[in-house]
Structures are given as C-alpha cells and as structure tokens.
C-alpha cells in the first residue's frame, strides 16, 4: 500500500511539473550577414550593413534601435529602416564616420512588431575595428573619398595680395565638411548638404593672388592612393573690384525667373481684361498681383548697428573686409548659429554677428 501512495505522488508530481513548463518562444529572426570592413581610416565615411532573415510573414513591421552609440565614431544615420531585399531576408544599411585610430560599431536591438506586440527580437552585435591615419602630404585636403568632383568655381578680387575662391564641390562617400585647402590663407565651409553617399558643399578661401592653378589631393580607401584634383582657374568673370559676392549655385535664387514669369504673364491678362471690359475690379487685381511679386522677392531684413565688421565668414577668426559708418538696413540670406548671412546695400555679401543687430 505505502508503495502504490508513493508512486502515486510521484506520477501526480510529473504531471503537475509538466502543466508548469512555459512553452518555447519561437525563433523567428536570424542574422544572416554582418559588415566587416578590411581596412578603415580615421575620417572616412563608412556605410555599415546588415541582413536578416525573418521565418515568417505574417507580422506588421520591423523596428530597430541603436543600444548603443559605440565608441571612436559619430553615427551620421539616425534613423534605421530595413529594406525587402528578396524573399523574407531584410537589408539594413547606416552611415558611420570614423573618430578614431580605435572604434566600435554600435550594438543594434532589432525587433520583429505584430499587433502593436514583439514577437521576437535580436541583438545585432557591433564589431571593435582598428583604423588608420592617412599621412598627409602638403596638397592633402583632409578629405578621404572615393570620388570628389568640382562642380563650379569662382574667382572674385579680396585685396591687393589675395583672392576669393569659390569652390562648388561633390563627393562620394566624402568627409566634405573637413575640406581645407593647405594654400589657403583663410578658408571656411558656407553651405554643406549630406544625403549620403553623396556630400555637397560651397567653400570659400582666400589664396595668394598668384595662384593661377588649383591643385589638391584627397586619400580614395579604394585604391589607398592620393587621388589628384586640378583645374585652370577662369579668370573672364573676375572683378578688380574687391566684392565678397561670389555666390556660385544656379539654384539659389531668391525668385526663379519662371514665377516671375507666371506673375509677369497674370498681370498683363489682367490689365488686358480691364482695357477691353473697363471694370476696375480687373485693374485693382492687377495691382494687388504686382504688389504681391514685391512682398514675395523682398526677403528679411535686419538693422545692423554702426561701426559693426562685417565678416568675410562665420567664423570668430575670420576676416573683417568692411565696417558699417552708421545704421543700416541689409537683407538677411540666412543665418548659422550665431551669425546671419547678410546681403549689403552695396550688393556685397558678408556675414554679421548676431550681437551686432538692432534689436525690435
């Protein structure tokens, strides 16, 4: 009897132990490929992938967030979007720029989404990478790159002994916002617009008026070779007038001549249909649109206090090539951190501390 209680028990107790047991949460994701780079160097702009596969169709959507922010590196990419790349097998793909001689890729949470629920998750571990610093030579623009393309330029009068360059400038896979010319006297970036791979920026530096040709390298990981850039400056446009207008891009204009068109066009209809129709309605709206095409190309303006420099760039060391004699009245072209880009009665171009404007 003792014998059949105990095996009772014991059986009772396997049971129980069995309705206890949580069941196995499905495995749905699965790394498939991680990036690994052969070679990286300090400044150079790297695209780091990633490829899943999820074992199941039926969920809403796939979320991703940076665990960390790893270490010797600037993450350029600040959202993370995964891509179909064929059947269940997902591809991400983000930007780094690499700080420092020793690095690590972020950590990556990855998340599988039903109904607003995580059904399954997986950390995307970042790897610890070691780079190397280009040895610069004395036309080195401290840009590594695979390609960089000069799209425009221009050359306008600064001084006796010196001239404005204006350069246009596109690259691939570039760190376009370190780029320095080694001849230049002082030099700074106006505009820049990053839509990895491709970086474009307008650069302005003050050179020797002697230079006649511009010649600079840039490091290309590719090859692991300078890559020489060189061009004839045009001299058919240059001003002996000293002038720091030298804006460059075709597609920064206040007032694209095709609305002026359309305004232009609506206006002499309008004064037309009054003519025939003698209804001062028609003239008044003729009036109202021109006064509109006035409001629309005024742009903002400012009051810039006397004896104010005015800088040749937004930088606290950069040259001062006018000073205001009293109070005056420029049209704002935009503003950066503490300056505005300011264009003078006088059609120069300059920029002005934002400490130095008349206050409403």
């Known amino acids: 009897m003792k014998i059949f209680f105990i095996f009772f028990l014991f059986t009772l107790t396997l049971l129980q132990a069995e309705n206890d047991v949580v069941p196995t949460k499905e495995k749905l994701i699965f790394l498939k490929n991680n990036s690994s780079f052969r070679g990286a160097h300090t400044n150079q702009i790297l695209p780091v992938s990633a490829e899943i596969i999820i074992a199941d169709d039926n969920f809403d959507s796939i979320s991703s967030e940076f665990k960390d922010t790893g270490y010797g590196i600037e993450i350029i990419t600040k959202n993370l979007t995964w891509h179909l790349l064929e059947e269940n097998t997902f591809l991400l793909t983000y930007y780094i720029k690499v700080k420092d001689e020793q690095f690590k890729i972020p950590d990556i949470l990855t998340s599988v989404i039903k109904e607003n629920s995580v059904v399954d998750s997986l950390i995307i571990t970042g790897k610890e990478l070691n780079s190397k610093r280009v040895q610069k030579n004395n036309r080195f623009c401290n840009v590594v790159a695979k390609k960089i393309i000069v799209k425009n330029h221009k050359i306008s009068k600064y001084n006796e002994e010196f001239n404005i360059l204006a350069l246009e400038l596109e690259s691939t896979m570039g760190n376009l916002e370190n780029f320095s010319l080694p001849f230049a006297k002082e030099d700074g970036i106006d505009w820049i617009n990053i839509e990895l791979p491709t970086t474009k920026i307008f650069y302005y530096g003050i050179i020797p008026n002697t230079i006649k040709t511009i010649e600079f390298n840039y490091y290309n990981p590719g090859t692991e070779e300078f890559s020489k850039v060189q061009f004839a400056l045009d001299f058919s446009k240059f001003s002996e007038k000293t002038s720091t207008q030298i804006e460059i891009n075709p597609n920064k204009q206040k007032f694209p001549y095709l609305k002026i068109a359309i305004i232009s066009f609506l206006t002499i209809v309008l004064l037309i249909l009054f003519l025939k129709k003698r209804k ?81």
Do not use: C, Q, R
């Not at 005024?298 to 206090?305: F, L, N, P, V, Y």
């Not at 006397?306 to 072209?333: G, H, M």
């Open 280 to 360: 001062y309605f028609y003239f008044a709206a003729a009036i109202l649109t021109v006064l509109f095409f006035i409001y629309l190309s005024k742009g903002d303006t400012i009051m810039i206090k006397n004896k104010t420099n005015i800088y040749l760039l937004p930088t606290e060391n950069s040259s001062v090539f006018y000073t205001t004699s009293s109070t005056l009245e420029a049209e704002v072209i935009k503003k950066e951190s503490e300056y505005y880009k300011v264009l003078l009665p006088d059609d120069k171009i300059g920029w002005v501390k934002e400490s130095d404007i008349v206050k409403n």
